[in-house]
């Protein structure tokens, strides 16, 4: 392919616009060739993340609604929840979107306000985003020009869980769900006070069965089965910058057990370049996924034989965000998925 496409990156100064900047600098086939900020316009790049020499040249940082989306062939937003769709709103069907805040993954706008405390802006358009988990809804992702990059939790949680969920082999009346995030998972306005203060590090749980992701992973799990949904959710902050582990109980249907679990696994996810299915004997660990595309899954037995412990690691950064917004940019461009993320 001779050709790159000209990407714009809006919100480029937080957490996630910087790691989308370092993944499509290095792909083949695309050009950055717009810098969006909310309150940094003119303004270098390089004044928030000490990039290597060696990366080409960055636009000078421009603001958010100077922004001309028909002259681009993608704009990625990675701006919080609220300020996407009232970007969008005015903006849409002018070129294909990758959106990374929670504006566009809830289907329904009442769940949205009573999780966001505020009003869908333009939630005629919600029908017209697929939610983005790709590597589970690579089908549906292809046909669609607009898409809803996950959250990091469910993203976490829902790579394992939606194809036992969509074939039965486990019930879904008692998920338990316990995740530890790096403290980046915040954001960056987050105060280091919380977790590190006399040089002694803290580590807290947060939003018990409260989260705001818990109606995204309810919502996803519903479309793979006609059964109850019922989850607990207990996130953790963790004193390190990035990653993520969640940890998951659930029941094992009648007449499976965790070997055919572990295979089903496996055989689902062989042919994934992102996914993989650890053995006993391989570590799930924080160092094997961080600055990786990489879901890392790994099985426990229970005490119970009939319940099975699934641990799921992610980097809360990439594969919760921005490298997963890049593998569905991937797939809807027809690109080679490894494409900047391997």
């Known amino acids: 392919m001779n050709n790159k496409i000209n990407a714009a990156i809006l919100g480029c100064t937080g957490y996630t616009g910087i790691e989308l900047i370092k993944i499509l600098s290095n792909h083949p086939f695309v050009n950055i060739e717009y810098l969006g900020s909310q309150n940094n316009s003119g303004k270098n790049i390089s004044n928030f993340y000490n990039f290597s020499n060696n990366l080409k040249k960055l636009p000078i940082i421009k603001d958010l609604k100077s922004l001309q989306f028909e002259n681009y062939d993608i704009v990625f ?4 929840h609220n300020v996407s769709q009232n970007i969008i709103k005015d903006n849409f069907n ?46 549906k992702i292809i046909d669609f020009n607009n898409i809803a990059v996950p959250g990091c939790y469910p993203t976490s949680v829902l790579i394992p869980l939606i194809p036992l969920v969509k074939n039965s082999l486990i019930t879904t009346e008692n998920i338990i769900i316990d995740s530890k995030s790096g403290y980046s998972g915040a954001g960056k306005n987050y105060k280091l006070d919380n977790l590190i203060k006399d040089n002694k590090f803290n580590f807290y ?33 963790l004193p390190i910058f990035r990653g993520m582990m969640s940890t998951i109980y659930c029941d094992i249907s009648n007449g499976y057990s965790k070997k055919q679990i572990y295979d089903f696994l496996k055989d689902h996810f062989n042919n994934s370049p992102f996914v993989k299915v650890l053995t006993e004997n391989e570590p799930a660990d924080f160092f094997s996924i961080i600055n990786t595309n990489n879901c890392l899954i790994k099985l426990f037995n229970h005490n119970s034989n009939q319940r099975i412990i699934i641990v799921s690691m992610i980097d809360n950064l990439i594969k919760g965000a921005s490298g997963q917004a890049v593998q569905n940019m991937n797939i809807i461009h027809k690109f080679d998925l490894k494409n900047a993320l391997i």
């Open 77 to 80: 937003l990675a701006l919080p």
């Open 94 to 139: 002018k070129t294909k979107i990758i959106d990374l805040s929670a504006d566009f993954r809830l289907d329904d706008k009442i769940i949205y306000k009573q999780n966001y405390n505020v009003d869908h802006k333009c939630s005629e358009i919600l029908k017209d985003f697929v939610y983005g988990l790709s590597d589970i809804y690579y089908d």
């Open 205 to 237: 749980n947060y939003n018990t069965n409260q989260h705001r992701h818990i109606c995204e992973i309810k919502q996803e799990l519903k479309k793979n089965t006609d059964n109850e949904i019922i989850i607990s959710f207990n996130p953790h902050i």
